[in-house]
């Protein structure tokens, strides 16, 4: 596709590369809540309505996808790594799980295999300048698994559900970039008020708060997938999306199996407009937490693609004759601190914790990979205005061994000014992290560190991935090992991260410069003007250090012969099986 207006185009092409489903990492980040439908997203979808087009909907709004036998030779398994904390569009956020959504649901625009955004739902849009402006023009052959059409009225309903307060969205501020939705958010406005018009069945209008020159990059996003209401209404919010029975879906494949803390199948939706172009007809997503034991059932012949973590890993996998791959995930990996804690909400202390721990290090016993230590926030994969790395663009704002002497130096500072002592804080400081061996072999070297550097003993509490992530949304944690993927091709999708109250920012930190550059990014139209205020935020996050920057992750991987010419895999799709050639 292109842009309409020649503005959006070169913005487009200077900013955003495509859109990843992302955000945290295997690592990092929630349950789906029990919600209802709000009384004015009822009223603007009756108002909203077509008249005399309306496509004709299923008899049975509940009706699901009906399962078939299917030929082994096309069935691949993937191991997704953890059991998803919930697979509602519209709560989730972990990386894996938005993965899975891209098979199951269709947005108004997709990826391609080289992350550049093309016709989904939708099959052509225009774009005006002058009133920032998308109009969608919906494909008229999309049908939900229930056998209703698809129509803009889905993609209005969704949206007026993730901008629902009662739904509790972490990526709620994901939406903000259309026309008064944070207001709606906010309860200020009326939903009719919103930059989001049904003008007909197959038509959206998406008016914009601000120039956004990564705005189709989100619509490509899981969050803003579209849903049947019809089917959520009908089923209830409350089990909407938490059982096989209870998922509707419009993309290439249909969930028809969820054995919890087992496996997730999905099998081809042959009433998906793409359909005859999908090899594949059933993915078994096998839930494997540890990581020895995912290769042990991949070189069994149990898994078509495996993750390779660690160097070990890949000396093993290697030695059995396994073709390893590689790709740049964009990921950063960190330690989340609690700066609301009695003792993390002193910066020195922060300082000294993060000073003590020398990365090389860990990536050279833990992982023995190509992992990166993190010299700033944003990872590498991330692009600055020029097309060149943004990371590149901030510079080393921290080396990769850290300053131990100086972390010492930071830690009687702190001690002085919280009137504690060391047996104070090994009293009380604690890190969470998952269960898996690698993970707690992490949090086990960063305790070692503060032990030798600080004379700290710190509690390690290892615990699935789920705990965690509720941990780190109640606040209910002192110190806890996470990471984030980017959402889409521009700095802002890590540095929003930290704005205070922020859906995702669960460390407490408060800044009120560092909101004022963000927000005086999201309006900013000079590219380079706009870039420094990002950079000066990363200045922010080195010297204030809400959480302790780790490594930015290099990811590697095998797959069986199975599949031909290997799985898509990129900064910005984690894993996209929907048009994998089979041997």
Request: charged content about 20%.
């Amino acid at each position: 596709m292109k842009l309409k207006k020649v503005l959006a185009l070169v913005l487009s092409a200077a900013l955003v590369v495509s859109a990843f489903a992302g955000c945290g990492g295997n690592s990092s980040k929630t349950s789906t809540e029990s919600i209802a439908a709000s009384e004015s997203s009822a009223e603007s979808t009756e108002s909203t309505a077509s008249g005399d087009s309306t496509p004709a909907a299923s008899g049975d709004a509940t009706a699901t996808f009906t399962s078939k036998t299917v030929d082994a030779a096309k069935t691949i398994s993937l191991n997704a790594g953890m059991e998803p904390t919930g697979l509602n569009t519209l709560t989730s956020t972990y990386s894996i799980e938005f993965a899975m959504f891209k098979h199951m649901y269709e947005n108004l625009v997709s990826l391609d295999d080289d992350d550049n955004t093309v016709p989904g739902a939708a099959e052509s849009w225009d774009y005006d300048e002058d009133t920032l402006t998308y109009t969608f023009h919906l494909r008229k052959d999309g049908v939900w698994t229930n056998g209703d059409p698809v129509t803009a009225n889905d993609f209005e309903f969704a949206w007026s559900q993730a901008l629902n307060p009662d739904v509790a969205s972490d990526y709620a501020y994901f939406l903000y970039f259309i026309k008064n939705a944070e207001k709606y958010f906010n309860g200020e406005v009326a939903w009719d008020e919103v930059g989001v018009k049904v003008v007909d069945d197959y038509t959206l209008e998406v008016t914009m708060e601000q120039p956004t020159p990564y705005a189709l990059f989100l619509f490509s996003f899981g969050t803003l997938a579209p849903i049947n209401q019809r089917f959520y209404e009908a089923v209830g919010a409350d089990l909407y999306s938490t059982e096989a029975q209870y998922f509707c879906t419009n993309g290439p494949f249909a969930l028809t199996e969820w054995s919890h803390n087992d496996k997730i199948v999905m099998q081809k939706n042959d009433a998906w407009h793409g359909a005859a172009d999908v090899e594949v007809e059933e993915i078994d997503w096998k839930i494997i937490t540890d990581a020895n034991a995912a290769l042990s059932s991949f070189l069994a012949g149990d898994l078509d693609m495996v993750g390779l973590g660690t160097g070990e890993l890949i000396k093993q996998a290697t030695a059995a004759g396994a073709t390893i791959q590689s790709y740049t995930d964009g990921s950063a990996f960190y330690i989340y601190f609690n700066n609301n804690d009695q003792y993390l909400s002193n910066v020195n202390l922060r300082r000294a914790l993060f000073n003590a721990i020398d990365e090389q290090k860990e990536i050279d016993t833990v992982w023995q990979n190509d992992n990166e230590p993190m010299t700033s926030f944003t990872a590498p994969g991330v692009s600055a205005a020029d097309g060149t790395s943004f990371a590149g663009k901030v510079g080393e704002l921290y080396a990769p061994s850290r300053d131990q002497e100086k972390a010492k130096e930071y830690l009687a500072t702190a001690l002085s000014e919280l009137g504690c002592t060391v047996d104070d804080l090994s009293a009380h400081l604690s890190i969470d992290c998952g269960d898996s061996p690698t993970a707690i072999a992490e949090a086990s070297f960063y305790q070692e560190q503060w032990r030798q550097v600080l004379g700290i003993e710190v509690t390690v509490n290892s615990m699935i991935t789920k705990q965690g992530s509720q941990n780190r949304k109640t606040g209910n944690y002192v110190m806890s090992v996470t990471g984030w993927g980017p959402d889409y091709n521009d700095p802002n999708t890590f540095l929003d991260l930290w704005v205070t109250d922020g859906g995702n920012n669960q460390t407490g930190f408060s800044n009120e410069r560092y909101d004022e550059l963000i927000d005086l990014a999201s309006k900013e139209t000079d590219l380079e003007k706009r870039e420094s205020y990002f950079i000066e935020c990363e200045q922010i996050i080195a010297d204030q250090l809400p959480i302790g920057p780790a490594f930015w992750r290099a990811s590697s991987y095998a797959c069986s012969d199975k599949i031909k010419g290997g799985m898509h895999r990129s900064t910005f799709q984690d894993i996209n099986a929907v048009y994998v050639k089979l041997s």
